[in-house]
């Protein structure tokens, strides 16, 4: 009976650790900025157990519902950032033999440029912002 209780404690306190996504809070996440009237920046924090292609991903899928919200459909990357934050600071656990291991959080920022309709002859990649929002909510099970 007691095992059990610590697997289930141990379960939920695990739960509560993968990278989320909703706006930003204590853990993390993501936020917006909207820089002129068709170009946002959308950046966002993972948490220490978080994996750096998630956390593209999922900055890809608030730019999409971005474009969305703003009543246009298609969007281009302007710029793209990838890496390991230090703000907010990465995680630091000291065990009990004294050793202090470092958990790095993966961060990402987008700046994008939204369209009502696809632009033409542009040499990158246009994204449709529905198919984006669809298929990335669909791969981590994100329902909405």
Not at 61 to 87: H, W
Not at 100 to 126: D, L, W
Not at 130 to 138: L, T
Request: proline content about 6%; some cysteine.
């Amino acid at each position: 009976m007691k095992k059990s209780f610590y697997v289930f404690f141990l379960a939920v306190l695990m739960s509560g650790c993968a990278t989320g996504y909703q706006w930003q809070d204590l853990t993390g996440r993501y936020s917006e900025i909207k820089l002129q009237e068709d170009i946002f920046k959308v950046i966002f924090l993972g948490n220490a157990y978080g994996r750096p292609r998630k956390a593209e991903d999922l900055t890809l899928l608030r730019c999409a519902e971005l474009v969305l919200e703003n009543k246009c459909r298609y969007f281009i990357l302007i710029d793209e950032k990838s890496g390991i934050t230090s703000t907010p600071p990465p995680v630091v656990v000291t065990r009990s033999d004294g050793k202090k291991y470092t958990y790095p959080k993966p961060s990402t920022s987008n700046t994008i440029k939204c369209f009502r309709e696809k632009p033409r002859n542009f040499p990158g990649a246009v994204y449709d912002a529905e198919q984006v929002r669809n298929n990335i909510r669909s791969k981590y099970g994100l329902n909405k």
